[in-house]
Protein backbone atom coordinates (compact mmCIF):
# COMPACT_ATOMS: atom_id res chain seq x y z
CA UNK A 1 0.00 0.00 0.00
CA UNK A 2 1.16 3.83 -0.59
CA UNK A 3 2.48 5.71 1.77
CA UNK A 4 2.54 8.58 -0.27
CA UNK A 5 0.01 10.43 1.58
CA UNK A 6 1.71 9.70 5.00
CA UNK A 7 4.25 12.73 4.77
CA UNK A 8 7.49 12.52 6.00
CA UNK A 9 9.54 11.78 9.23
CA UNK A 10 9.00 15.21 10.94
CA UNK A 11 6.17 16.65 9.28
CA UNK A 12 3.23 17.48 10.88
CA UNK A 13 -0.48 16.97 9.49
CA UNK A 14 -3.59 18.96 10.61
CA UNK A 15 -6.71 17.70 10.15
CA UNK A 16 -10.10 17.87 11.91
CA UNK A 17 -10.35 14.24 12.51
CA UNK A 18 -7.45 11.99 13.39
CA UNK A 19 -8.70 8.07 13.67
CA UNK A 20 -6.28 5.52 14.81
CA UNK A 21 -6.75 2.24 13.35
CA UNK A 22 -8.08 0.57 10.33
CA UNK A 23 -9.99 -2.44 11.78
CA UNK A 24 -13.80 -1.93 12.05
CA UNK A 25 -13.73 1.01 14.20
CA UNK A 26 -12.15 3.01 12.39
CA UNK A 27 -12.99 2.03 9.04
CA UNK A 28 -16.84 2.37 10.82
CA UNK A 29 -15.93 5.85 11.77
CA UNK A 30 -14.15 7.28 8.63
CA UNK A 31 -17.19 5.51 6.39
CA UNK A 32 -19.64 8.01 8.59
CA UNK A 33 -17.94 10.86 8.58
CA UNK A 34 -18.14 10.58 4.53
CA UNK A 35 -20.99 9.92 4.94
CA UNK A 36 -22.06 12.77 7.05
CA UNK A 37 -19.87 14.88 4.32
CA UNK A 38 -17.23 16.10 7.18
CA UNK A 39 -14.18 14.33 5.14
CA UNK A 40 -11.50 16.44 6.66
CA UNK A 41 -9.91 13.72 8.45
CA UNK A 42 -6.83 11.20 8.24
CA UNK A 43 -6.54 7.84 9.95
CA UNK A 44 -3.66 5.92 10.95
CA UNK A 45 -2.24 2.92 11.20
CA UNK A 46 0.87 1.02 11.81
CA UNK A 47 0.23 -1.76 9.39
CA UNK A 48 0.28 -1.14 5.69
CA UNK A 49 -3.64 -2.36 4.94
CA UNK A 50 -6.92 -2.34 6.81
CA UNK A 51 -8.31 -5.21 8.71
CA UNK A 52 -7.21 -4.81 12.07
CA UNK A 53 -7.07 -8.06 14.39
CA UNK A 54 -8.14 -9.36 10.61
CA UNK A 55 -5.30 -8.51 9.45
CA UNK A 56 -3.21 -9.63 12.13
CA UNK A 57 -4.64 -12.92 12.80
CA UNK A 58 -3.59 -15.24 10.36
CA UNK A 59 -3.46 -18.79 12.61
CA UNK A 60 -4.99 -22.43 10.92
CA UNK A 61 -8.78 -21.83 11.59
CA UNK A 62 -9.30 -18.57 12.48
CA UNK A 63 -12.57 -17.36 11.87
CA UNK A 64 -15.17 -15.31 13.76
CA UNK A 65 -17.18 -16.66 16.58
CA UNK A 66 -20.21 -14.54 15.60
CA UNK A 67 -22.35 -15.36 12.03
CA UNK A 68 -21.00 -13.19 9.87
CA UNK A 69 -24.55 -11.62 8.50
CA UNK A 70 -24.24 -9.96 12.32
CA UNK A 71 -20.23 -9.23 12.42
CA UNK A 72 -20.68 -7.05 9.04
CA UNK A 73 -21.29 -3.27 8.88
CA UNK A 74 -25.23 -3.02 8.58
CA UNK A 75 -24.80 -0.08 5.95
CA UNK A 76 -22.64 -3.05 3.93
CA UNK A 77 -24.19 -6.11 4.14
CA UNK A 78 -22.70 -8.70 2.15
CA UNK A 79 -25.28 -11.64 0.92
CA UNK A 80 -21.97 -14.03 -0.46
CA UNK A 81 -20.50 -14.78 2.65
CA UNK A 82 -19.81 -18.35 2.16
CA UNK A 83 -19.82 -19.81 5.90
CA UNK A 84 -22.04 -19.05 8.51
CA UNK A 85 -19.29 -18.28 10.66
CA UNK A 86 -16.52 -16.60 8.00
CA UNK A 87 -13.15 -17.70 8.40
CA UNK A 88 -10.54 -14.69 8.32
CA UNK A 89 -8.92 -14.57 4.82
CA UNK A 90 -13.18 -14.07 3.99
CA UNK A 91 -13.49 -11.27 6.60
CA UNK A 92 -10.19 -9.95 5.91
CA UNK A 93 -11.04 -9.61 2.19
CA UNK A 94 -14.64 -8.05 3.04
CA UNK A 95 -12.76 -5.48 4.65
CA UNK A 96 -10.76 -4.27 2.23
CA UNK A 97 -13.27 -4.09 -0.06
CA UNK A 98 -15.78 -2.05 2.00
CA UNK A 99 -12.10 -0.23 1.99
CA UNK A 100 -11.66 0.26 -1.22
CA UNK A 101 -15.60 1.08 -2.17
CA UNK A 102 -15.32 3.99 0.14
CA UNK A 103 -11.72 5.14 -1.05
CA UNK A 104 -10.39 5.29 2.42
CA UNK A 105 -6.94 4.36 1.27
CA UNK A 106 -6.73 8.11 0.33
CA UNK A 107 -7.44 8.61 3.60
CA UNK A 108 -5.21 7.15 5.29
CA UNK A 109 -1.99 7.08 6.58
CA UNK A 110 -0.04 3.38 6.68
CA UNK A 111 2.77 2.86 8.64
CA UNK A 112 2.33 5.43 11.11
CA UNK A 113 2.53 4.14 15.18
CA UNK A 114 0.64 5.56 17.39
CA UNK A 115 2.46 6.51 20.62
CA UNK A 116 0.81 9.35 22.40
CA UNK A 117 -1.44 12.10 22.33
CA UNK A 118 -1.53 15.38 24.22
CA UNK A 119 -4.20 18.17 24.53
CA UNK A 120 -3.40 21.24 24.13
CA UNK A 121 -5.59 24.33 26.02
CA UNK A 122 -3.76 26.80 23.80
CA UNK A 123 -4.86 25.88 20.31
CA UNK A 124 -7.85 23.38 21.64
CA UNK A 125 -6.60 21.01 19.51
CA UNK A 126 -4.54 17.45 20.08
CA UNK A 127 -1.02 17.19 19.27
CA UNK A 128 -0.82 13.19 18.15
CA UNK A 129 2.61 11.90 18.02
CA UNK A 130 3.93 8.49 16.18
CA UNK A 131 6.70 6.32 16.59
CA UNK A 132 7.99 7.69 12.78
CA UNK A 133 8.42 11.03 13.80
CA UNK A 134 5.28 12.06 11.94
CA UNK A 135 2.65 14.68 13.85
CA UNK A 136 -0.86 15.64 13.62
CA UNK A 137 -3.06 18.26 15.06
CA UNK A 138 -6.50 17.58 15.44
CA UNK A 139 -9.40 19.24 17.12
CA UNK A 140 -11.30 15.26 17.59
CA UNK A 141 -9.33 12.57 18.44
CA UNK A 142 -10.98 8.79 17.72
CA UNK A 143 -9.50 5.52 18.84
CA UNK A 144 -9.78 2.68 16.96
CA UNK A 145 -7.64 0.35 18.71
CA UNK A 146 -9.39 -2.03 19.80
CA UNK A 147 -9.37 -4.42 22.97
CA UNK A 148 -7.17 -7.43 21.55
CA UNK A 149 -4.01 -6.19 19.44
CA UNK A 150 -1.35 -6.79 22.17
CA UNK A 151 -0.06 -10.42 22.70
CA UNK A 152 0.25 -11.79 26.00
CA UNK A 153 3.53 -14.07 25.90
CA UNK A 154 3.26 -15.10 29.70
CA UNK A 155 6.98 -15.61 30.95
CA UNK A 156 8.03 -19.08 32.56
CA UNK A 157 11.90 -19.96 33.85
CA UNK A 158 14.13 -20.96 30.78
CA UNK A 159 11.86 -20.05 28.12
CA UNK A 160 14.97 -18.20 26.48
CA UNK A 161 17.20 -21.26 26.73
CA UNK A 162 14.45 -23.41 24.68
CA UNK A 163 15.93 -23.68 21.04
CA UNK A 164 12.81 -24.86 19.15
CA UNK A 165 10.34 -22.62 17.46
CA UNK A 166 8.04 -20.17 19.71
CA UNK A 167 5.59 -18.06 18.70
CA UNK A 168 2.02 -16.32 19.51
CA UNK A 169 -1.31 -17.38 17.86
CA UNK A 170 -1.69 -13.70 16.97
CA UNK A 171 1.82 -13.78 15.60
CA UNK A 172 1.75 -17.32 13.64
CA UNK A 173 4.97 -18.12 11.91
CA UNK A 174 3.64 -19.87 8.84
CA UNK A 175 7.45 -20.31 7.93
CA UNK A 176 7.61 -22.92 10.74
CA UNK A 177 6.08 -26.43 9.00
CA UNK A 178 4.68 -28.35 11.96
CA UNK A 179 4.54 -31.33 9.98
CA UNK A 180 6.02 -34.09 11.64
CA UNK A 181 6.77 -31.95 14.21
CA UNK A 182 6.16 -32.69 18.68
CA UNK A 183 4.18 -29.48 19.19
CA UNK A 184 2.88 -27.70 22.25
CA UNK A 185 -0.04 -25.45 22.79
CA UNK A 186 -0.53 -23.12 25.74
CA UNK A 187 -3.68 -22.12 26.22
CA UNK A 188 -7.51 -22.91 25.58
CA UNK A 189 -9.59 -19.89 24.88
CA UNK A 190 -11.25 -19.05 21.41
CA UNK A 191 -8.23 -18.79 19.92
CA UNK A 192 -6.31 -22.27 20.51
CA UNK A 193 -9.84 -23.84 20.49
CA UNK A 194 -9.95 -22.88 16.43
CA UNK A 195 -6.59 -23.79 15.24
CA UNK A 196 -5.84 -27.03 17.56
CA UNK A 197 -7.91 -28.93 15.16
CA UNK A 198 -6.48 -27.61 12.34
CA UNK A 199 -2.91 -28.50 13.09
CA UNK A 200 -3.65 -32.26 14.88
CA UNK A 201 -3.32 -33.67 11.42
CA UNK A 202 -0.40 -32.43 10.94
CA UNK A 203 1.78 -32.51 14.02
CA UNK A 204 3.75 -36.24 15.38
CA UNK A 205 2.57 -35.07 18.87
CA UNK A 206 0.01 -32.21 20.15
CA UNK A 207 0.43 -31.47 23.89
CA UNK A 208 -2.19 -28.82 25.17
CA UNK A 209 -1.09 -27.55 28.49
CA UNK A 210 -4.51 -26.39 30.09
CA UNK A 211 -4.60 -23.65 33.32
CA UNK A 212 -7.99 -23.72 33.54
CA UNK A 213 -10.56 -25.68 31.14
CA UNK A 214 -13.39 -23.53 28.94
CA UNK A 215 -17.30 -24.44 27.96
CA UNK A 216 -17.59 -25.49 24.75
CA UNK A 217 -20.63 -25.49 22.81
CA UNK A 218 -21.15 -27.98 19.82
CA UNK A 219 -20.94 -25.98 16.45
CA UNK A 220 -20.82 -27.27 12.80
CA UNK A 221 -19.48 -24.39 10.64
CA UNK A 222 -22.34 -24.70 8.03
CA UNK A 223 -21.28 -23.82 4.67
CA UNK A 224 -24.17 -21.47 2.73
CA UNK A 225 -25.73 -23.01 -0.65
CA UNK A 226 -24.68 -20.78 -3.67
CA UNK A 227 -28.24 -20.54 -4.06
CA UNK A 228 -29.08 -19.13 -0.50
CA UNK A 229 -26.23 -16.40 -1.14
CA UNK A 230 -28.17 -15.82 -4.53
CA UNK A 231 -31.70 -15.38 -2.48
CA UNK A 232 -29.79 -12.75 -0.23
CA UNK A 233 -28.25 -10.84 -2.77
CA UNK A 234 -31.52 -10.28 -4.87
CA UNK A 235 -33.69 -9.69 -1.97
CA UNK A 236 -32.74 -7.17 0.78
CA UNK A 237 -35.62 -7.97 2.97
CA UNK A 238 -34.25 -11.66 3.56
CA UNK A 239 -30.93 -10.26 4.47
CA UNK A 240 -32.41 -8.07 7.18
CA UNK A 241 -34.11 -10.71 8.30
CA UNK A 242 -31.76 -12.96 8.53
CA UNK A 243 -29.45 -10.65 10.57
CA UNK A 244 -32.37 -10.13 12.95
CA UNK A 245 -32.51 -13.56 13.22
CA UNK A 246 -28.94 -14.07 14.52
CA UNK A 247 -29.07 -10.48 16.40
CA UNK A 248 -32.01 -11.80 18.58
CA UNK A 249 -31.12 -15.43 19.03
CA UNK A 250 -27.88 -14.36 20.22
CA UNK A 251 -29.41 -11.16 22.40
CA UNK A 252 -31.35 -14.24 24.67
CA UNK A 253 -27.54 -15.21 26.09
CA UNK A 254 -28.08 -12.08 27.61
CA UNK A 255 -30.38 -13.03 29.78
CA UNK A 256 -28.67 -15.74 31.70
CA UNK A 257 -25.37 -13.33 31.77
CA UNK A 258 -26.66 -10.65 33.13
CA UNK A 259 -28.22 -11.98 35.96
CA UNK A 260 -30.15 -15.06 36.66
CA UNK A 261 -27.65 -17.32 36.07
CA UNK A 262 -29.81 -20.85 36.31
CA UNK A 263 -31.17 -19.69 32.85
CA UNK A 264 -27.59 -20.77 32.15
CA UNK A 265 -28.01 -24.77 33.20
CA UNK A 266 -29.50 -26.06 30.42
CA UNK A 267 -26.49 -24.20 28.04
CA UNK A 268 -24.29 -25.96 30.54
CA UNK A 269 -25.98 -28.71 29.80
CA UNK A 270 -25.99 -28.92 26.06
CA UNK A 271 -21.67 -28.15 26.67
CA UNK A 272 -21.85 -31.28 28.92
CA UNK A 273 -23.08 -33.10 26.35
CA UNK A 274 -20.61 -31.83 23.89
CA UNK A 275 -17.84 -33.49 26.37
CA UNK A 276 -19.15 -36.65 26.95
CA UNK A 277 -20.49 -37.66 23.60
CA UNK A 278 -16.53 -36.10 21.59
CA UNK A 279 -14.55 -37.75 24.86
CA UNK A 280 -14.92 -41.22 25.57
CA UNK A 281 -11.68 -41.56 28.38
CA UNK A 282 -13.21 -41.00 31.13
CA UNK A 283 -9.79 -39.63 32.56
CA UNK A 284 -9.77 -37.09 29.94
CA UNK A 285 -13.48 -36.13 30.19
CA UNK A 286 -12.59 -34.50 33.83
CA UNK A 287 -9.98 -33.10 32.85
CA UNK A 288 -11.83 -30.88 30.39
CA UNK A 289 -14.83 -30.24 32.67
CA UNK A 290 -15.01 -26.75 33.92
CA UNK A 291 -15.93 -26.21 37.24
CA UNK A 292 -17.31 -22.73 37.30
CA UNK A 293 -21.00 -21.52 35.41
CA UNK A 294 -20.83 -21.67 32.02
CA UNK A 295 -20.60 -17.50 30.41
CA UNK A 296 -18.33 -16.97 33.14
CA UNK A 297 -15.23 -17.23 30.85
CA UNK A 298 -16.31 -16.20 27.09
CA UNK A 299 -18.18 -19.43 25.46
CA UNK A 300 -16.90 -20.77 23.08
CA UNK A 301 -17.94 -23.42 20.00
CA UNK A 302 -16.64 -25.86 18.31
CA UNK A 303 -17.76 -29.50 17.31
CA UNK A 304 -13.55 -30.31 16.63
CA UNK A 305 -11.97 -29.46 19.32
CA UNK A 306 -12.36 -32.28 21.58
CA UNK A 307 -12.48 -35.02 19.45
CA UNK A 308 -8.55 -33.51 18.23
CA UNK A 309 -8.00 -34.17 22.19
CA UNK A 310 -8.76 -37.62 21.80
CA UNK A 311 -6.64 -38.50 19.20
CA UNK A 312 -4.05 -41.36 20.39
CA UNK A 313 -1.06 -38.19 19.79
CA UNK A 314 -2.87 -35.59 21.87
CA UNK A 315 -2.56 -34.55 25.63
CA UNK A 316 -3.79 -32.49 28.14
CA UNK A 317 -1.37 -31.19 30.51
CA UNK A 318 -3.56 -29.99 33.52
CA UNK A 319 -0.09 -29.77 36.00
CA UNK A 320 0.78 -26.36 34.84
CA UNK A 321 3.98 -25.53 33.42
CA UNK A 322 7.15 -25.20 36.09
CA UNK A 323 9.61 -24.67 33.53
CA UNK A 324 11.49 -24.63 29.80
CA UNK A 325 14.47 -26.89 28.90
CA UNK A 326 16.27 -26.12 25.71
CA UNK A 327 14.34 -28.94 23.94
CA UNK A 328 10.77 -28.99 25.74
CA UNK A 329 8.49 -27.96 28.36
CA UNK A 330 8.47 -29.77 32.47
CA UNK A 331 5.03 -29.34 34.06
CA UNK A 332 4.50 -29.07 37.95
CA UNK A 333 4.59 -32.72 38.21
CA UNK A 334 8.29 -33.06 37.43
CA UNK A 335 7.43 -34.69 34.06
CA UNK A 336 9.46 -33.09 31.21
CA UNK A 337 8.17 -33.26 27.49
CA UNK A 338 10.85 -32.66 24.46
CA UNK A 339 8.50 -30.47 21.93
CA UNK A 340 9.99 -28.74 18.80
CA UNK A 341 7.19 -26.04 19.02
CA UNK A 342 5.69 -23.94 21.38
CA UNK A 343 2.68 -21.95 20.37
CA UNK A 344 1.18 -19.43 23.16
CA UNK A 345 -2.70 -19.55 22.53
CA UNK A 346 -2.35 -17.17 25.44
CA UNK A 347 -4.52 -14.38 24.88
CA UNK A 348 -3.97 -10.77 25.04
CA UNK A 349 -3.49 -8.01 27.46
CA UNK A 350 -7.12 -6.27 27.61
CA UNK A 351 -7.30 -4.09 30.57
CA UNK A 352 -4.05 -3.39 30.81
CA UNK A 353 -3.93 -3.28 27.15
CA UNK A 354 -5.09 0.76 27.66
CA UNK A 355 -2.01 1.19 29.32
CA UNK A 356 -0.59 1.72 25.88
CA UNK A 357 -2.61 4.66 24.60
CA UNK A 358 -0.24 7.56 26.14
CA UNK A 359 -2.85 10.16 26.79
CA UNK A 360 -2.69 13.44 28.43
CA UNK A 361 -5.74 15.61 28.93
CA UNK A 362 -6.53 18.72 30.89
CA UNK A 363 -3.95 20.05 33.04
CA UNK A 364 -1.12 18.21 32.25
CA UNK A 365 -3.17 14.51 33.42
CA UNK A 366 -2.27 11.39 31.89
CA UNK A 367 -4.94 8.76 31.79
CA UNK A 368 -2.67 6.04 32.58
CA UNK A 369 -2.44 7.00 35.95
CA UNK A 370 -5.56 8.33 36.72
CA UNK A 371 -6.71 4.89 35.69
CA UNK A 372 -4.42 3.30 37.94
CA UNK A 373 -5.61 6.06 40.43
CA UNK A 374 -9.09 6.32 40.30
CA UNK A 375 -10.01 3.23 38.26
CA UNK A 376 -10.93 3.13 34.62
CA UNK A 377 -13.93 5.70 34.27
CA UNK A 378 -15.68 6.59 30.97
CA UNK A 379 -19.53 7.65 30.05
CA UNK A 380 -20.54 5.06 27.97
CA UNK A 381 -17.34 3.36 27.39
CA UNK A 382 -17.22 6.49 25.11
CA UNK A 383 -15.68 9.63 26.42
CA UNK A 384 -13.56 10.33 30.01
CA UNK A 385 -13.81 13.64 32.15
CA UNK A 386 -10.78 15.55 31.55
CA UNK A 387 -9.92 14.45 28.04
CA UNK A 388 -12.14 16.58 25.73
CA UNK A 389 -12.92 16.12 22.21
CA UNK A 390 -11.60 12.29 22.38
CA UNK A 391 -13.24 8.92 21.45
CA UNK A 392 -13.33 5.45 22.44
CA UNK A 393 -14.61 2.95 20.23
CA UNK A 394 -14.82 -0.13 21.95
CA UNK A 395 -14.12 1.33 25.20
CA UNK A 396 -14.07 -0.07 28.34
CA UNK A 397 -17.01 -1.93 29.60
CA UNK A 398 -18.39 -2.43 25.75
CA UNK A 399 -17.08 -5.70 25.10
CA UNK A 400 -19.73 -8.39 24.21
CA UNK A 401 -19.81 -11.97 25.98
CA UNK A 402 -22.78 -12.49 23.39
CA UNK A 403 -23.39 -10.94 20.67
CA UNK A 404 -21.24 -8.84 17.49
CA UNK A 405 -19.12 -6.28 18.73
CA UNK A 406 -19.61 -4.47 15.17
CA UNK A 407 -23.02 -3.65 16.56
CA UNK A 408 -21.47 -1.97 19.44
CA UNK A 409 -19.17 0.02 17.48
CA UNK A 410 -21.71 1.42 15.30
CA UNK A 411 -23.96 2.80 17.96
CA UNK A 412 -20.64 4.29 19.21
CA UNK A 413 -19.88 6.00 16.01
CA UNK A 414 -23.26 7.39 15.44
CA UNK A 415 -23.20 8.67 19.60
CA UNK A 416 -19.45 10.45 18.31
CA UNK A 417 -20.62 12.02 15.38
CA UNK A 418 -23.43 13.45 17.60
CA UNK A 419 -21.69 14.65 20.47
CA UNK A 420 -19.25 16.62 17.35
CA UNK A 421 -22.41 18.46 15.83
CA UNK A 422 -23.09 19.63 19.73
CA UNK A 423 -19.53 20.26 20.02
CA UNK A 424 -20.02 22.54 16.88
CA UNK A 425 -22.78 24.41 18.36
CA UNK A 426 -20.79 25.37 21.18
CA UNK A 427 -16.74 26.49 21.37
CA UNK A 428 -16.16 23.34 19.26
CA UNK A 429 -15.21 21.62 22.55
CA UNK A 430 -16.87 19.01 24.51
CA UNK A 431 -16.03 17.11 27.60
CA UNK A 432 -18.37 15.18 29.45
CA UNK A 433 -18.71 15.80 33.29
CA UNK A 434 -17.13 13.81 35.90
CA UNK A 435 -20.30 13.68 37.59
CA UNK A 436 -22.23 11.80 34.94
CA UNK A 437 -19.35 9.58 34.53
CA UNK A 438 -19.11 8.35 38.06
CA UNK A 439 -23.06 7.96 37.72
CA UNK A 440 -22.35 5.37 34.78
CA UNK A 441 -19.55 3.72 36.23
CA UNK A 442 -21.24 3.20 39.25
CA UNK A 443 -24.40 2.11 37.37
CA UNK A 444 -22.28 -0.23 35.84
CA UNK A 445 -20.47 -1.49 38.18
CA UNK A 446 -23.37 -2.64 40.38
CA UNK A 447 -25.01 -4.49 37.51
CA UNK A 448 -22.10 -6.64 36.88
CA UNK A 449 -21.10 -7.55 40.14
CA UNK A 450 -24.62 -9.93 39.83
CA UNK A 451 -23.54 -10.82 36.65
CA UNK A 452 -22.56 -14.43 35.79
CA UNK A 453 -18.96 -12.96 35.54
CA UNK A 454 -18.49 -12.44 39.05
CA UNK A 455 -20.35 -14.83 40.63
CA UNK A 456 -19.59 -17.75 37.88
CA UNK A 457 -17.07 -18.74 40.29
CA UNK A 458 -13.44 -17.79 37.35
CA UNK A 459 -10.72 -15.38 37.05
CA UNK A 460 -10.58 -14.24 33.54
CA UNK A 461 -9.55 -11.24 31.08
CA UNK A 462 -12.88 -9.78 31.87
CA UNK A 463 -11.47 -8.61 34.90
CA UNK A 464 -8.84 -5.95 35.98
CA UNK A 465 -6.00 -6.68 38.93
CA UNK A 466 -8.18 -5.54 41.55
CA UNK A 467 -11.01 -7.99 39.80
CA UNK A 468 -13.73 -5.76 38.61
CA UNK A 469 -14.92 -6.30 35.57
CA UNK A 470 -13.64 -3.45 33.03
CA UNK A 471 -14.89 -5.39 29.93
CA UNK A 472 -17.83 -6.30 29.11
CA UNK A 473 -21.42 -4.51 28.48
CA UNK A 474 -23.64 -6.01 31.29
CA UNK A 475 -26.99 -5.89 29.61
CA UNK A 476 -28.87 -6.25 26.30
CA UNK A 477 -26.87 -4.47 23.11
CA UNK A 478 -30.44 -3.29 22.60
CA UNK A 479 -30.05 -1.17 25.88
CA UNK A 480 -26.55 0.31 24.98
CA UNK A 481 -28.46 1.18 21.38
CA UNK A 482 -30.88 2.90 23.52
CA UNK A 483 -28.74 4.45 25.53
CA UNK A 484 -26.75 5.96 23.14
CA UNK A 485 -28.74 7.03 20.50
CA UNK A 486 -29.16 10.80 21.78
CA UNK A 487 -26.75 12.58 23.29
CA UNK A 488 -27.63 14.15 26.40
CA UNK A 489 -26.00 17.74 26.43
CA UNK A 490 -26.74 17.74 30.66
CA UNK A 491 -24.07 15.16 30.74
CA UNK A 492 -21.05 17.33 28.84
CA UNK A 493 -19.10 20.68 30.08
CA UNK A 494 -18.17 22.80 27.05
O1 LIG B 1 -7.18 -15.71 24.49
P1 LIG B 1 -7.89 -16.01 25.89
P2 LIG B 1 -7.66 -16.07 23.01
N1 LIG B 1 -0.10 -20.21 31.78
O2 LIG B 1 -7.43 -14.93 26.81
C1 LIG B 1 -4.24 -19.30 29.00
C2 LIG B 1 -11.28 -13.01 20.78
N2 LIG B 1 -11.30 -13.96 19.72
O3 LIG B 1 -6.65 -15.50 22.08
O4 LIG B 1 -8.22 -19.45 31.29
C3 LIG B 1 -0.99 -21.05 31.23
O5 LIG B 1 -9.33 -16.25 25.78
C4 LIG B 1 -5.55 -18.91 29.62
O6 LIG B 1 -5.79 -19.69 30.78
P3 LIG B 1 -6.88 -19.20 31.90
C5 LIG B 1 -12.36 -13.39 21.76
O7 LIG B 1 -12.96 -12.26 22.31
C6 LIG B 1 -12.36 -13.85 18.93
O8 LIG B 1 -7.94 -17.49 22.90
O9 LIG B 1 -6.62 -17.74 32.11
N3 LIG B 1 -2.02 -20.68 30.51
C7 LIG B 1 -6.50 -19.20 28.46
O10 LIG B 1 -6.83 -20.54 28.40
C8 LIG B 1 -11.54 -14.14 22.75
O11 LIG B 1 -12.18 -14.29 23.95
C9 LIG B 1 -12.49 -14.69 17.93
O12 LIG B 1 -6.59 -20.02 33.08
C10 LIG B 1 -2.18 -19.36 30.32
C11 LIG B 1 -5.65 -18.83 27.26
O13 LIG B 1 -4.31 -18.86 27.67
C12 LIG B 1 -10.29 -13.31 22.75
O14 LIG B 1 -10.05 -13.04 21.39
C13 LIG B 1 -11.55 -15.70 17.70
C14 LIG B 1 -1.29 -18.41 30.84
C15 LIG B 1 -5.93 -17.44 26.77
O15 LIG B 1 -7.24 -17.38 26.31
C16 LIG B 1 -9.05 -13.94 23.29
O16 LIG B 1 -8.98 -15.29 22.87
C17 LIG B 1 -10.46 -15.80 18.52
C18 LIG B 1 -0.22 -18.90 31.61
N4 LIG B 1 0.66 -18.06 32.19
C19 LIG B 1 -10.34 -14.90 19.55
N5 LIG B 1 -1.71 -17.19 30.48
C20 LIG B 1 -13.68 -14.48 17.11
O17 LIG B 1 -14.12 -15.39 16.53
C21 LIG B 1 -2.84 -17.36 29.75
N6 LIG B 1 -3.11 -18.68 29.68
C22 LIG B 1 -14.36 -13.16 17.02
Not at 100 to 117: M, V, Y
Not at 125 to 135: K, N, P
Not at 200 to 217: F, I, N, S
Request: include cysteine; charged fraction near 20%.
Amino acid sequence: MSLSNAGTAASTHTTRTLIIGTGFSGMGMAIQLLRNKQPDFIIIDKAHDFGGTWRENTYPGCACDVPSHMYSFSFEPNARWTKLWARQPEIFDYMRAVAEKHNLKSHTHFGRTFTGAAWNETTQRWTVRTAEGVSYEAQYLVSGIGGLHIPSIPRFKGDDTFTGERFHSAQWNHNVDLRGKRVAVIGTGASAIQFVPEIVDQVKELHLYQRTPAWVLPRTNVPIPGAAQTALAKVPLARRAVRNMIYWASESLALGLNGNSNMMQPIERLAKWNIDRSVPDPELRRKLTPDYRIGCKRILGSSTYYPALAREHSSVITEGIREFTPTGIIANDGTEREVDVVIYGTGFHVTDGFDSIDLTGRDGVNLKEQWARAGMETHLGITIAGFPNAFFLLGPNTALGHNSVVFMIEQQIGYILSAMKLADTKRGVIEVSAAAQREFTNEIQSKLATGVWSTGGCTSWYLDSQGLNRTIWPGFTFQYWSRTRRVNAADFVF
